[in-house]
């Protein structure tokens, strides 16, 4: 697969630097450039050098990683992200996309059992997995994918050139490694925000077929997975435990899993297309 495309990926990535709306990013994704002369006409001379600079050291930086942007006209570009009401103009991707998986969620301080149970059914689904690199139920997933020889995809909420949190480098390069793949509608090099996390979830929920909460509190960040997944009409599952997450789900539609991982496996499976 080619690696990037400068005619294509130098300009979004200028645009983005330019904090253009998704909606004529979106456009010029798809090769049309007029919403974006009309967004331009209005920046000065200095702002439009800094972000041609930038976009060549952000090009540099994806092609020195082996990376690539993935626009809604590529092949790989996961299908589910139709159903967003606001889909990303581009993914940064290192590694390649499966079609579909299945997103398994849950809380940073989940405890041994839960993280265990999300190991051992990343496993056993035997179908990619993706999640969000967190620390808890998220890495649990990956390492439980990785261990089974099965591809798992890390949406991130920083630039692909960074890792959030840091101590999951290893990791990471583990997922790519594994011919999984790291994503991001970010700049190589952009840091994480509160938002920029929340950002992520729409599109782990989007890309999967079906999405499962382990474990997590009412308030927890993979609520808003669950939420994007119920907005994209995903089956949703979510373990029986009194998590005040798991029952808000379950209360509102989630279909209930037991911690017999065999059995959740085949309750998870029976749904997939």
Request: glycine share 4%.
């Given at each position: 697969?080619?690696?990037?495309?400068?005619?294509?990926?130098?300009?979004?990535?200028?645009?983005?630097?330019?904090?253009?709306?998704?909606?004529?990013?979106?456009?010029?994704?798809?090769?049309?450039?007029?919403?974006?002369?009309?967004?331009?006409?209005?920046?000065?001379?200095?702002?439009?050098?800094?972000?041609?600079?930038?976009?060549?050291?952000?090009?540099?930086?994806?092609?020195?990683?082996?990376?690539?942007?993935v626009t809604p006209a590529d092949e790989d570009w996961p299908a589910g992200f139709a159903d967003l009401r606001d889909p990303p103009a581009f993914l940064a991707v290192r590694g390649p996309l499966p079609p579909t998986g299945v997103a398994i969620v849950g809380a940073r301080d989940a405890d041994d059992r839960a993280r265990s149970f999300a190991h051992d059914l990343a496993a056993r689904l035997r179908q990619p997995i993706i999640s969000g690199l967190a620390r808890g139920i998220d890495a649990a997933a990956h390492r439980g994918a990785i261990a089974a020889g099965v591809p798992t995809v890390a949406y991130v909420g920083t630039g692909i050139a960074r890792t959030y949190p840091p101590e999951h480098a290893e990791l990471a390069e583990a997922i790519v490694g594994a011919d999984g793949a790291l994503a991001a509608e970010r700049a190589p090099h952009d840091g994480v925000t509160r938002w920029s996390l929340v950002r992520r979830d729409r599109l782990q929920a989007a890309h999967a077929a079906a999405t499962v909460l382990v474990v997590s509190d009412a308030e927890g960040g993979a609520m808003h997975t669950m939420q994007f997944a119920r907005a994209c009409g995903r089956p949703r599952f979510a373990l029986e435990t009194e998590a005040s997450g798991n029952v808000a789900a379950l209360r509102e539609g989630a279909q209930r899993l037991p911690w017999d991982v065999e059995e959740a496996a085949s309750r998870i499976l029976a749904v997939l297309p």
């Open positions: 697969m080619p690696i990037t495309n400068p005619a294509r990926d130098l300009p979004l990535l200028a645009a983005w630097r330019l904090g253009v709306p998704l909606r004529p990013l979106r456009a010029l994704a798809l090769g049309d450039h007029a919403p974006l002369r009309v967004w331009l006409a209005a920046e000065s001379a200095l702002r439009l050098a800094e972000a041609r600079r930038d976009a060549h050291a952000d090009l540099a930086t994806l092609e020195a990683l082996g990376a690539r942007l």
